[in-house]
């Protein structure tokens, strides 16, 4: 599955973005999703998942209230809504794909090109 993040940009502090992963392949709805993100200078590191259900969601505890992922497995699409942004989430953005929703949170096989947002105070 290839994956393909948009969506980033410029925001101010305690605004609002939503961000889209297009995925490629017909067996994207086995898939479970989720999102990363890496801030300058920082290790990469678990923002968001959800099953190839859409079920339970997952999300670190510092998104927590301000972030949610959906997805749509008739448009192989999954998005994170990122609200209440602080200038600390700033950050690349990736989406990653996996068939384990363990592994997804951890080490997804598959990772797409990141997209930049930026949280101004």
């Known amino acids: 599955v290839q994956l393909q993040a948009s969506g980033g940009g410029l925001v101010q502090a305690g605004g609002s973005l939503r961000l889209s992963c297009a995925a490629s392949?017909?067996?994207?709805?086995?898939?479970?999703m989720g999102w990363f993100r890496q801030a300058p200078g920082k290790e990469r590191e678990f923002v968001a998942a959800?099953?190839?259900?859409?079920?339970?969601?997952y999300y670190a505890d510092f998104v927590k209230g301000r972030f949610t992922i959906s997805r749509d497995n008739a448009k192989n699409a999954v998005y994170l809504h990122a609200s209440k942004l602080k200038p600390e989430d700033t950050a690349v953005y990736y989406c990653?794909?996996?068939?384990?929703?363990?592994?997804?949170?951890?080490?997804?096989?598959?990772w797409g090109l990141g997209t930049l947002v930026t949280v101004s105070s």
């Open positions: 990653a794909a996996d068939l384990s929703i363990a592994a997804i949170t951890t080490s997804p096989d598959y």
């Open positions: 392949g017909r067996t994207f709805s086995t898939y479970a």
């Open positions: 959800i099953p190839w259900s859409g079920g339970s969601t």
